[in-house]
């Protein structure tokens, strides 16, 4: 607010004249005696901008400011914000002439520098120094697989299906679609349902899909009695016994499982066939399990088409082994796949870079049922157990139990910048949009706002857009990775670019009545 009254005594002999109605100021007027002189030029830049970086020492002593109007634009906007007694024409042209201004404002700034897509991103502050001990998962941590396991997975388990659950063998006809899902999204039970939750448990809007076609908020108000908020314990897991309402489909075999559910939904759907979506589910997890053998030895066979060799990786494990730092590997998959992927991968003498070896550890109950399950020891030459009590973990034995990129684009840049500042410029003109014309050029900027959120959305995936974001919030996936791990990263090779006495921390953000910051 503007203290009340005349504040007099500015250089030059220029004089504030404002006026105070109703607690919203209804004029402003800039009296100077040289309207040609240096001042004005000053008060242009500094005064308008609201940033009164170099204004008149008398003006800061008497004059309070504290507008909630955004200092990137002069002239219009903030004579819209302080004016509120306009007619409909000369108001409409002033709401478009704000409009062209932040859009030249938008363009006028720099873009971004880029995301490295190699980095290491820190959730939480970690210093290195402090670890001595690496524990490494196989699948998709030491081996990382090409996308064409996602086809063998889902060719697997849909062959099961139709030979041991008796689906129709039309299902056959609906192939593996690699974009039409995104890892971490949520599948409820008993609506047979597929969405994307934010982190406060929020559906992002047009995330919701039955099969492969999108459902309408309104069925979704309906469905869910009001509110596309879904409570935390039918998120969480069953709770006393009750029934699981909903799972979270994030691990490697999420994307061909989304695809199956998907598909077999759509078929049953447009042929009238009934069906329960909790059995339909449950067919789809069985199916998907039962298939690891098969995958297992598709995988040993074929180990060069399913797997991508990164020399960096052994470097890496040398380089932490050669720091005296302890080294182990704590997986689920047997000994048998594992050994074949990683002596491709490693060589053939890869049990020699870590300290402690453990297959099929049953995880995550390796880590709630401690004590519970003993160790085995396994040979690998006889591929059977020993009967030796497991008293302490011996080194050399063997224990049993595209995002970034997309940022990095112009076009998403200039996207997602534009529909940050247009975003704002409604925030702050909203209220001065009272009349019809002028509500009618509000519309049209909301409208051209959801167009820019389908767009960015887009960018990622058109039904389900980014795995880490939604339109305001990080994801329910995101979530759960800032819980669990201080960094993460898109390959473990990315360790080789920091020494091993880095400490990473994390980027300080916004919150909402903190700073608004534009351009982050």
Not at 148 to 169: G, W
Not at 341 to 351: A, E, H, I, P
Request: hydrophobic share 35%; net charge neutral.
């Amino acid at each position: 607010m503007f203290t009340p009254g005349m504040v007099k005594g500015l250089k030059g002999g220029a004089s504030l004249g404002m006026t105070m109605k109703r607690r919203r100021p209804t004029s402003l007027s800039l009296v100077l005696d040289d309207p040609t002189g240096p001042l004005l030029t000053s008060l242009q830049r500094n005064f308008s901008s609201l940033r009164m970086r170099k204004a008149p020492t008398s003006l800061m002593e008497n004059l309070s400011l504290a507008i909630g109007v955004s200092r990137m634009l002069q002239g219009p906007w903030k004579e819209l914000c302080l004016c509120q007694k306009r007619s409909s024409s000369s108001h409409s042209e002033k709401l478009w002439r704000a409009y062209e201004d932040a859009k030249k404002h938008c363009k006028s700034k720099k873009l971004p520098p880029d995301v490295d897509p190699n980095g290491v991103f820190a959730c939480n502050e970690l210093d290195l120094r402090n670890i001595d001990v690496y524990g490494f998962d196989y699948d998709y941590t030491l081996a990382q697989y090409k996308s064409k396991m996602d086809y063998v997975i889902y060719s697997l388990a849909r062959e099961v299906l139709i030979t041991d659950n008796k689906y129709p063998a039309a299902v056959l006809d609906a192939e593996f679609s690699p974009d039409f899902a995104i890892r971490g999204l949520h599948y409820d039970i008993v609506h047979g349902l597929l969405f994307k939750l934010d982190q406060f448990h929020q559906i992002q809007q047009g995330t919701a899909y039955r099969g492969c076609h999108r459902i309408e908020e309104k069925e979704l108000l309906e469905l869910y009695q009001g509110s596309t908020c879904i409570p935390a314990e039918s998120i969480e897991g069953p709770q006393l016994g009750q029934p699981h309402r909903m799972v979270q489909l994030a691990d490697l075999f999420a994307l061909p499982a989304m695809s199956l559910l998907s598909n077999i939904t759509t078929h049953f759907l447009s042929n009238n066939i009934e069906f329960q979506p909790g059995v339909l589910f449950s067919d789809v997890e069985k199916a998907v399990r039962s298939i690891h053998p098969v995958m297992h030895n598709e995988v040993k066979q074929n180990v060069e088409e399913y797997l991508d060799k990164s020399p960096e990786l052994r470097q890496y494990l040398e380089r932490l082994a050669a720091a005296n730092k302890k080294l182990f590997l704590l997986t689920n998959s047997p000994h048998p796949f594992v050994d074949r992927g990683l002596s491709y991968l490693l060589g053939d003498d890869w049990t020699d870079l870590f300290d402690v070896i453990i297959c099929g550890a049953s995880k995550p109950k390796f880590f709630s049922e401690r004590g519970m399950r003993p160790f085995r020891i396994y040979d690998p030459k006889m591929d059977r157990f020993k009967w030796d009590v497991v008293k302490s973990l011996q080194k050399g034995v063997i224990y049993v139990e595209r995002e970034i990129e997309i940022q990095n684009t112009q076009e998403y840049k200039e996207t997602v910048n534009w529909l940050q500042v247009l975003t704002h410029l409604i925030d702050d003109l909203q209220d001065s949009c009272k009349d019809s014309e002028s509500s009618q050029i509000r519309q049209q900027w909301e409208q051209e706002i959801d167009q820019l959120r389908i767009k960015a959305k887009a960018f990622f995936n058109p039904r389900f857009g980014s795995v880490f974001r939604t339109h305001h919030n990080p994801t329910y996936f995101s979530q759960r990775i800032f819980q669990v791990a201080d960094i993460y990263t898109s390959n473990l090779v990315n360790f080789l670019k920091p020494d091993l006495d880095h400490t990473f921390y994390p980027r300080r953000g916004a919150l909402p009545h903190e700073y608004r910051y534009m351009f982050i």
